[in-house]
């Protein structure tokens, strides 16, 4: 077998074949639904390549205002990752001999605890932000011997079955049967409610995203500070979910340090490499990962088969590098601070336009209803037939008219959210302002526009 000859395989070729569709092909083999709403809200663009804080439709270029949902924080196919790649590649290195130890996961482990908030010195690698997640869950209940999990309404944690029970959205579970026993809900940033749970003696953690995704809702300053206390008096660890907010996401390596809040476990995922492999990691305090490798025969009792890989590993260091050497943080803190400025002018001279929050790039503006009559009317027809119609109708021109790709910022709600690369300059930031005031200008006018986008989606919709 070892003389064979390779035959060479041509990647290139079976990317760019004329014939290949590739909306065609997610709908027949990946997810048909998924297909179909691309169609309708004009998504079914076929991207040729990424660079940067752009993806570009052969010589069209739009701003990516999703990132990969967060994680090209360095921006698309950074060079300085992809060169650490093919280096690792060519290295031929001894990846995941399983009983052995590695090298890449040994050095990137020591870098993450030393630029982690307070002292998570311990880390466990996985693939995703989810199963992160579930580490915690799992670690938060062997480190105290007890079950309950405690996490905020509109939380958003993942979407497997551990992850998901702690959801704060029901429409994520609907239709999945029974959840994780022991998980309850709390309203965010309310610390007389934590404490009302945590005072039952019986909490194992409470989880929660220091600025949470969905809608991006940000705390009190006293909330954080506030919770961790509460579960150190009550014996519960406190579990902070960086998995979207880390690595300068909201202006700082970490959204723990806008409150100086120290995690027992902190979840981090998205960003770390740099967008090219999956990973995941759970760092945790010491005394908590003891308790769950407690002995030498439960020292594999919590893995996964591609933990410390190598090429994620070595993403993860070149990520680390970037971040730092490119000032890529502080970048985040400064057009994050340009772009909210720009979003409030919005705000204080549009009536839909109700509010801007954020920190850093991670930025929602939310409409609400007008108080002109027609308008008001435009809008109560499209949030009858359906609730996620009016953002939709704003980021739909957004792509076509302005080339900006964005995202709803969550179910029921009416609001946008950017999460774009933090590599973004000052001309990206006063393109994406510019273009969101004149969508929310047009929307202003009914008949417009933006209201003949929302009846097209209405139509789509009765269709369903
Ligand atoms: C805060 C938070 N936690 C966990 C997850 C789940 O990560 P993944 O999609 O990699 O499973 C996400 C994903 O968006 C997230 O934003």
Redesign the pocket.
Known sequence: MSNTPHTPFDLRALHDAEVTDPLALIGQHINPTYSKVLKILGYDINYTHGRGAYLYDGETQYIDGLGG?GVFACGRNHPVIRDALKQAMDMDLPNLPKFGPTRLSGLLAKQLVDIAPGDLNTVYYCN???ES?ETAIKYARAATGRDRIVYCKKA???LTMG?LALNGSKDFREGFGSMLDNCVDVPFNDLEALEEKLRRGDVAGFIV?PIQ?KGVFLPDDDYLPGAVELCHKYGAVFIA?E??TGFGRTGKMFACEHWGVEPDIM?V??ALSGGYVPV?ATLSKRWVHNKVFSTMDRVLVHSTTFGQNDLAMAAGLATLHVLKTEKIVENSATMGERLIGRFQQIVDKYDMAKQVRGKGLMVALEYGPPKGITLKAGWALLHKLDQGLFPQAILIPLLSDHRILAQVAGHHMDVIKLTPPLVLSEADVDHIADAIETVTAACHKFPGPVWEVGKRLSQAVLKR
């Open positions: 949902f995703s932000g989810a997640v958003y944690h993942g992850a995203e995704g979910d998995v979207q979840c995922s998205k995941g």
